[in-house]
C-alpha cells in the first residue's frame, strides 16, 4: 500500500514506514503531523484517484528532525564591471517518519 501526497509544493510517494525529507513544517520535533493532500492511494492493486484529492484520506506520521540541507553557494558576476558577489544557503528541512495511511 502506498500512497501519493503533497505538501510544501511537492509531490512524495510514501509507504507506511518511510522516512521523507519535506519542506520545513512548522512542528516541533517529535510531535504528530497529518497530511490532509493525499492525490492518490494504491491498495492491494485498486488504485483510487482523487479529483484533486481523496476524500476522507489521510497520511500520519512523526517529526524525526527538523535541520538544514547541506550549503550551496551563490554567485553572481558581471562582465567588465567589476562586479562580484557570493553568497551561501542552506535549505531548512523536516524529516518524517509514516505511520500510518488511511483511505
Keep these: 500500500m502506498y500512497a501519493i501526497i503533497e505538501t510544501g509544493g511537492k509531490q512524495y510517494r ?9 519542506e520545513k513544517l512548522e512542528i516541533n520535533e517529535g510531535d504528530a ?20 484529492v481523496v476524500t476522507g484520506a489521510k497520511v500520519t506520521g512523526k517529526v524525526l528532525l527538523q535541520g538544514k540541507g547541506k550549503k550551496i553557494l551563490v554567485f553572481k558576476y558581471k562582465a567588465k564591471s567589476n562586479y562580484r558577489k557570493r553568497q551561501g544557503h542552506r535549505q531548512p528541512f523536516t524529516r518524517v517518519v509514516i505511520e500510518k495511511i488511511e483511505a
Aim: without cysteine.
Design 14 to 22: 510514501v509507504s507506511e514506514g518511510d522516512v521523507v525529507t519535506v
Design 33 to 52: 503531523v497529518e497530511f490532509n493532500r493525499v492525490l492518490l492511494v494504491v491498495k492491494e492493486g485498486e488504485t483510487t484517484f482523487g479529483q484533486p
